[in-house]
């Protein structure tokens, strides 16, 4: 028999592999806080950088009012409540994730904390000619942000400890 021709040898000693749901399930359900320090902290800032990345996809970044028509005094928003719709349940899919795997203050860190500061940056820098509502805005919608991140998070966590 050549070399090419000959089995491969089979001993009950080789290891198996896991297959690719069970391997999966272990790397990305984990508890964040039982994980080494590198993988946790690259999990929360991809999560931060997820929750920027639908804010920044899915609101313009004046959120300004603006006149319909030149001369008018009707205004209308850039903000479409698609992009509303999308940004909500991109949230509360991050929310939920990170309610399972952490903690829930990093849950609101990593979830609320971007679309905040965000907001914040884009009012800021987009100053209105009448009077600045601004503050009032960003503090509700700060608000909001982080009692659905927290409020998403306890449920989820709540929920996957309920069907173990």
Sequence with gaps: MNRMTR????????????????????LTLRPLPKTARLP???????????AAGAYVACLPW???NRPETAGSLHETTPVTPTGVTLL?????ALAAYFGIRDRPV???LVVAAPPATLMYISFNTHPTQD??????AW???TLLFGAGALVVAVAARRLARATK
């Design 7 to 26: 089995p491969l040898p089979t001993s009950p000693t080789l290891p198996t592999s896991p297959t690719l749901p069970t391997l999966l399930t272990l």
């Design 40 to 50: 946790r902290y690259a999990t929360r800032l991809l999560g931060a950088a997820l």
């Design 62 to 64: 004046d959120l300004r």
């Design 88 to 92: 909500a349940v991109s949230l509360v």
């Design 106 to 108: 990093w849950t609101l």
């Design 131 to 136: 009077a600045q509502a601004w503050p009032l």
């Design 139 to 141: 503090a509700a919608f």
